[in-house]
């Protein structure tokens, strides 16, 4: 499949993050498209987490900008990055200690989540929906 069929949904322009002196991220571009499915490879120290985590907003470039659907960021928020769509997985698998298994995977639906505090502390209503089990001990 030609890679000009979809219309471009991400769009990163000369993108360059550092660390002090460590230059992790120097002027990379690429676009993602429609339907396309595009993987970042690269040794390890590559910067391939610290692109995915400009992309997310968790770090913030130097230089470049972010185009995500014709909208320009020059500092994406990881909310903003999550309200636009942008999902992610993480390297290294951190829990919330003290948290089930449902109310950890729970944490990944918060943007679904309708209820409020009020609600979901007396899993009433729409917050009674939220979760089927205690919180695990232990
Ligand atoms: N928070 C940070 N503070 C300081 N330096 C960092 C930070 N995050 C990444 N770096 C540095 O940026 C460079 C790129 O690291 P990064 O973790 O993005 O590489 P990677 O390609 O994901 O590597 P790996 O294959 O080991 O996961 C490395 O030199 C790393 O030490
Ligand atoms: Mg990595």
Redesign the pocket.
Known sequence: MSRQSGEVILDLKNVSLS??G?K?LTDISFDVREHEIRAII??????????L?VINGV?RPQEGEIILRGQHFSRMNPYKAARAGISRTF?NIALFKGMNVIDNLMTGRNLKIRSNLIQQAFWWGAGAARGTSAPCQG
């Open positions: 660390f002090g460590v992790a690269g040794p390890n120290g590559a910067g391939k987490s610290s692109m985590n770090y390297q």
